[in-house]
């Protein structure tokens, strides 16, 4: 087969091709020492996803009550794809598993549906324009965009879902249990001030919901997951009081993560299709799904901090792997979960449940297998 043309798997429950013996020049020693590294770091999490929950993000009751769907993970697994074809696959890569905040980026795609589609105008218009269901009526929250939604600095005030925002507030994302996350410090105005949060990405589902007046996994699975193949098994969660009505019918606004329960349950090789469709720049096949400028918008570097996109993490200047192009970015959740986008090589790995700590040895060891300039 020809790789100039770009490979396209066909969808799931086909025959995704797998490279046959360093056909697209990857070094098959190589590829194989990285996947046995990575699955032979597992992550210290616990495969009691409840327990671990409730223990790691170290919230005073009751901020840490779990209000949507958990279960059990599995065991460390990943799949890299170069070219499109599968060059090395370890582990349950069908076993779906909770993403935890890997469903930011996807949340992002389908804002970017969204703008394509004319519900949102511009992104740096107030989303009090478009949305009047009481959360940004605030002079404060009056003042949020679209943008500093996506970006982190929106500052947004309130509770949702029984969770004040305040639980976020002086959160640092190298120390969950931080002893200062969940205190009291002054807003900013927003688009000032950058800090990782749930609560305001949630607020953003629901604002997307508002616009869409559809449940955002319908939306997800027919703008992009069924378009590009995805299985069947994904499941997108809210939260047991996160439903609204819209139209008169009840629909639940889903969670950007799995802080408390819910958000996306997803495995590696429909997770592997996503990390290809960013690859191809919204791209699959002969069908544009996501325009290409939104991907441009989504990966590049917001101001307030450079290694971050539209959720999308950054490897800006090489500050968070070391081992890897300053051009790779991923989406990244709790506990060991990554989808990494390397533009440079071609490359595509996802790596589920493996320890944090080992993620930059892993792409030190996956760099290894490319061929020497």
């Known amino acids: 087969m020809s790789l100039e043309q770009p490979y396209v798997p066909p969808p799931h429950g086909g025959d995704w091709r797998r490279a046959l013996g360093g056909e697209t020049g990857l070094d098959p020693e190589a590829l194989a020492a990285a996947a046995e590294f990575a699955a032979a770091h597992e992550t210290p999490w616990s495969r009691d996803i409840e327990a671990e929950i409730i223990k790691g993000f170290s919230e005073p009751p009751p901020w840490n009550e ?3 769907h958990v279960a059990p993970r599995g065991g460390p ?6 070219r499109g074809l599968i060059v090395a696959e370890w582990g349950d890569t069908a076993r779906a598993d909770m993403s935890f905040s890997i469903v930011k980026c996807y949340l992002s795609l389908v804002a ?4 394509e589609r004319g519900l949102i105008g511009d992104i740096d218009d107030r989303v009090a324009k478009l949305v009047d269901d009481g959360g940004f009526a605030s002079p404060h929250n009056a003042k ?3 943008r500093q939604l996506l970006e982190h600095t929106s500052e947004w005030e309130g509770t949702l879902w029984d969770k004040p925002d305040l639980i976020d507030r002086n959160r640092d994302l190298s120390n969950e249990a931080s002893a200062k996350k969940g205190t009291a410090r002054a807003l900013q105005e927003p688009g000032t001030y950058w800090e990782y949060n749930d609560i305001r990405v949630n607020r953003l589902a629901l604002a997307l919901l508002r616009r869409f007046r559809r449940p955002l996994p319908e939306v997800f699975r027919d703008a992009i997951a069924a378009p590009i193949g995805c299985s069947y098994d994904w499941q997108w969660h809210g939260y047991r009081n996160s439903y609204v009505e819209i139209d008169g019918q009840r629909m639940q606004s889903v969670a950007g993560g799995g802080h408390w329960g819910g958000g996306l349950a997803m495995h590696a090789r429909d997770h592997a299709r996503l990390g290809l469709l960013m690859l191809r720049k919204g791209r699959w096949g002969d069908w544009q799904l996501v325009a290409e400028s939104w991907i441009a918008r989504s990966t590049t570097p917001t101001r307030l901090n450079p290694k971050y996109g539209f959720m999308w993490m950054l490897n800006t200047g090489r500050q968070i792997y070391p081992s890897a192009p300053a051009e790779g970015y991923g989406a990244s959740g709790s506990g060991g979960n990554l989808v990494w986008i390397d533009p440079v ?10 320890d944090p700590a080992a993620t930059d040895g892993f792409l030190e060891r996956l760099g290894k297998a490319l061929p020497a300039k």
Not at 77 to 82: A, E, S, T, Y
Not at 112 to 115: C, D, L, M, N
Not at 345 to 354: F, M, R, S
């Open 144 to 146: 949020i965009t679209w």
């Open 77 to 82: 697994n990943g799949i890299v794809l170069h």
């Open 112 to 115: 970017g549906i969204a703008v």
């Open 345 to 354: 090589h071609d490359l595509v790995a996802v790596i589920c449940w493996t």
């Open 66 to 68: 779990i209000i949507g």
